[in-house]
DNA sequence: AGCATCTGCTTGGTACACTTAGCACATGAG
DNA sequence: CTCATGTGCTAAGTGTACCAAGCAGATGCT
C-alpha cells in the first residue's frame, strides 16, 4: 500500500532535471526511455513528489550527458562546494571556453563576447 | 529503482564500509549510532544484502570522516560521462553554460547553438 | 553460579521508490 | 469530423530500503 507522502519537501533537483530536459527538447517521455526508467515517476520527480535514489539520478546525468557529480550536487547529496560569493558559479563559462582545444582563437573571443553580453547587464 | 529481487551482487560497497569501520576502531552500532541510521540495517549493509540509497551513503562517509565521493566510487554510482567521440575535452562548455544561473533559457540556447555550430564541422 | 554488557544477527513491519495501465487534453493528417 | 500520436498526469500495485524489538554467543566482574 503506497501512501502519498504528504511533504512536499521542495528538493531542486526536480526543477534542475526539468530545466535541463527541456534545455535539450527531450519530452518527458523520451527522457525517461533513454534514462531508462517510467515516464510517471520522471514526471512526479520532476514536480518535487519523490526524491529519487542515487542509481536513478545516475541514470538522468547520464541520459542528460551531465556528469553525476553535478547531479549528486544539485540533488544536495554531495558535500556543497561553496559557491564564489562574487558572482560566477559552475565550472566557469569563459574557462571551460578557453580551454576547449576545438575553438580558434577567434570563436573563443565570439564566444566569450556573447557570454559577456547576456551576463554584464542586470 | 525496483531492481533484483535476490543477489549477493553488491559485495563493494559493503565491504568497503566493513574495512574503514574496523580502521576506525568502531564497532558497528557505534558507526550506526553516529551515521543514525539502524544497527541491523548497517549489518546487512556490509554484507551486501541491502543497497543503500545515497543519502545512507552520504551519512555513513561523513560518520566514517571519508569524502561522499569516496563513498559514491565505492558504490559505482560515480560513472564518468562518457566522452565525446571526436574528442573529449577539459570541464565542457555546454555544461557550465547549462549551469550558469545567470542566463535565461533562451541566451543558454543560443551559446550552445554558436558553440555547436563552430564545433561541428567536422 | 550468576548478571551485565559488549559483539553481530534475525524477525516483523512500515514507508516510499518505482512500475504498468490508463486518463485527459492537444495537435496534425486523412 | 475522426483517427492517430504526442504531451503530461493520475491511480493502483509491487518490491525493497530501512527501523524497532529481540536473539545468541562472547567476555568480564562479583
Redesign the interface.
Known amino acids: 500500500m503506497a501512501e502519498k507522502p504528504d511533504a512536499l519537501w521542495r528538493s531542486g533537483v526536480g526543477e534542475f532535471i526539468k530545466?535541463?530536459r527541456?534545455?535539450a527538447n527531450l519530452s518527458l517521455r523520451q527522457l525517461a526511455e533513454i534514462a531508462k526508467?517510467s515516464n510517471p515517476y520522471l514526471s512526479q520527480v520532476e514536480r518535487g513528489l519523490y526524491k529519487p535514489?542515487?542509481?536513478?539520478?545516475?541514470s538522468i546525468?547520464?541520459a542528460l550527458?551531465?556528469?553525476?557529480?553535478?547531479m549528486?550536487a544539485q540533488?544536495g547529496?554531495?558535500?556543497e562546494i561553496a559557491p564564489p560569493p562574487g558572482?560566477?558559479?559552475?565550472?566557469?563559462?569563459e574557462?571551460?571556453?578557453r580551454?576547449?582545444?576545438?575553438?580558434?582563437v577567434e570563436?573563443k573571443e565570439?564566444?566569450i563576447r556573447?557570454?559577456r553580453g547576456?551576463?554584464e547587464r542586470a
Open positions: 530545466t535541463q527541456e534545455l526508467i535514489s542515487a542509481d536513478v539520478l545516475k546525468a547520464g550527458k551531465i556528469s553525476a557529480e553535478t549528486y540533488a547529496l554531495l558535500d558572482g560566477a558559479e559552475g565550472p566557469g563559462v574557462q571551460a571556453v580551454l576547449d582545444s576545438r575553438l580558434s570563436q565570439t564566444l556573447v557570454y547576456f551576463v
